[in-house]
Nanobody, 124 residues
Framework: QVQLQESGGGLVQAGGSLRLSCAAS????????VAWFRQAPRKEREFVAG????????VHADSVKGRFAIDRDNAKNTVYLQMNSLKPEDTAVYYC????WGEGVNTANEYEAWGQGTQVTVSS
């Protein structure tokens, strides 16, 4: 099973950008679907974006389409989340998650490995 470590969070002004990284340790990284979820205070965890195993496609939540982009570098065992045009409502702890051979990209319960999370704070 992979282990995941997020990085790249921080404080940014509205309209700014951040790039989150999710580094995976372990074998067979290409067999894992990887996704980003986020959880704001007093709210449930929500799906942000995911990239399917192998050369599979990407999925983005409607709330971030056109602003966020997920991609993966299998040679580096890393998945990235580029976040542009950030809004205060994007403030949350962002988690990456991995599911081997996963098909349900936006379903949190299907993911077997989770990182510790990285805080993203967007000021107005």
């Amino acid at each position: 099973q992979v282990q995941l470590q997020e990085s790249g969070g921080g404080l940014v002004q509205a309209g700014g950008s951040l790039r989150l990284s999710c580094a995976a340790s372990g074998r067979a990284f290409t067999s894992y679907t990887v996704a980003w979820f986020r959880q704001a205070p007093r709210k449930e965890r929500e799906f942000v974006a995911g990239v399917r195993w192998g050369g599979g496609g990407t999925v983005h939540a409607d709330s971030v389409k056109g602003r966020f982009a997920i991609d993966r570098d299998n040679a580096k065992n890393t998945v990235y989340l580029q976040m542009n045009s950030l809004k205060p409502e994007d403030t949350a702890v962002y988690y990456c998650a991995a599911d081997q051979w996963g098909e349900g990209v936006n379903t949190a319960n299907e993911y077997e490995a989770w990182g510790q999370g990285t805080q993203v704070t967007v000021s107005s």
